[in-house]
C-alpha cells in the first residue's frame, strides 16, 4: 500500500513539473509591458491642478495627473467654467514653472482629446497619456522643478530640490492667460 501511495505521489509531482514547463514557456513573451512591469523604475505618483481654488479666476476645472511604476504619466480632467470661444486651436495647455518658464507644451496632444460642450462654457472630461514627461521619475519630473524668485534683480532662478513644488498648469486663449493652477 506504502508503494502505491509513494508511485501515486511521485507520478502526481512529475505530472505538475511537467506541466509546469509548458505553461512557463507559453507565458514567456517579448511584450514590452510585461517586461516594464517587472522593471518597475518609478514611484506611483499623483500631482492635481485645481482650477476651483480661486473664484475671481475665469477657469474652473480640475486637472489629474497619474504616474505608473515604468514612468508614464495619463492627465486627466474637465473644465467646468471659462471656455466661452468654441474654437479648440485658441487654447493651450501647458506647465510652467513659477518663473513663467514653460516647462511642458502639451496643447496638440490635449486638442486631440478635448470636447468643448456646445451648450455651456466647459468641457467633456479628457483623458490622454503622455510620455514625454513625468512627475518625479527622475530628475527632469514636473513635481521636481523648483524656482525661486530673488528680490535684489527680480530675476528667477530655477532650483532642484525636494522642498515643495514650483509648477502650475495654466491654460492661454489666444496668447493671453485664462487661468492657472499650483500642483
Given amino acids: 500500500m506504502n508503494k502505491f501511495i509513494s508511485l501515486t505521489y511521485l507520478a502526481f509531482l512529475a505530472y505538475i513539473i511537467l506541466s509546469l514547463v509548458p505553461v512557463s514557456t507559453a ?11 517587472r522593471n518597475q523604475k518609478c514611484p506611483c505618483a499623483t500631482a492635481i491642478a485645481d482650477f476651483n481654488k480661486n473664484d475671481r479666476s475665469k477657469l474652473g476645472g480640475l486637472v489629474m495627473y497619474f504616474q505608473d511604476e515604468v514612468g508614464e504619466t495619463s492627465v486627466t480632467g474637465y473644465f467646468s467654467r471659462g471656455f466661452q470661444d ?10 510652467k514653472d513659477d518663473c513663467g518658464n514653460t516647462v511642458h507644451d ?3 496632444q490635449w486638442r486631440e482629446h478635448l470636447e ?3 451648450v455651456r462654457d466647459s468641457t467633456n472630461t479628457f483623458h490622454f497619456k503622455n510620455n514625454n ?10 513635481l521636481l522643478v523648483h ?22 498648469t495654466v491654460i492661454m486663449h489666444n496668447g493671453a ?3 492657472a493652477a499650483h500642483m
Fill in 116 to 118: 468643448l460642450s456646445q
Fill in 177 to 179: 492667460g485664462l487661468g
Fill in 147 to 168: 524656482t525661486k524668485v530673488l528680490n535684489k534683480r527680480n530675476s528667477c532662478v530655477r532650483l532642484n530640490k525636494r522642498d515643495g513644488y514650483g509648477t502650475s
Fill in 133 to 142: 514627461f513625468n512627475l518625479n521619475c527622475d530628475s527632469h519630473g514636473i
Fill in 106 to 108: 502639451l496643447s496638440s
Fill in 27 to 37: 507565458l514567456s513573451t517579448n511584450d514590452v509591458s510585461l517586461v516594464n512591469k
Fill in 86 to 95: 468654441k474654437n479648440k486651436t485658441s487654447y493651450e495647455f501647458l506647465i
